[in-house]
């Protein structure tokens, strides 16, 4: 109830630009999909809408998608964007395997462990 009642004001006074961070953490899913229907609509209407989140599958509600780890942006696009970066591209490739492959080609340019 709280997070519904935490969207419902931050919607209230129609912002230009609505920041949630981890919005969905801990509901069912029925309510992730509504949640997600609402979100939709508003970025239908104009508001721009920033989503933090672990749960990748989610990524496929997104217009765009910033990847991070250890608080850097590894990579940054479209789904299809991003799976077309991949060596091989795969258009076919789930989020998971996205991210992960971006995480690698990050951790091997700056000399990281994964």
């Known amino acids: 109830m709280r997070q519904r009642l935490a ?3 931050a919607i209230m006074h129609r912002p230009s ?11 069912d899913p029925l309510a992730r999909r509504r949640f997600w229907q609402l979100i939709q609509r508003l970025a239908q209407s104009g508001m721009a809408i920033l989503v933090t ?11 765009r998608l910033g990847l991070m ?16 970066g991949l ?6 490739a789930p989020v ?3 991210f992960m492959a971006y995480l690698n080609r990050s951790s091997t340019a700056t000399g990281d462990a994964p």
């Not at 961070?21 to 509901?27: F, L, N, S, Y």
């Not at 060596?87 to 076919?92: R, S, V």
Request: overall charge negative.
């Open 69 to 84: 780890h250890n608080g850097r942006l590894i990579a940054l696009g479209t789904l299809a964007e991003l799976r077309s």
């Open 7 to 9: 969207l419902a004001c």
């Open 53 to 63: 989140t672990h749960y990748l599958e989610e990524a496929h509600y997104c217009h």
């Open 17 to 27: 630009v609505l920041f949630l961070d981890e919005p969905t953490a801990g509901i």
């Open 96 to 98: 998971d395997a996205v």
């Open 87 to 92: 060596q091989p591209p795969d258009p076919e």
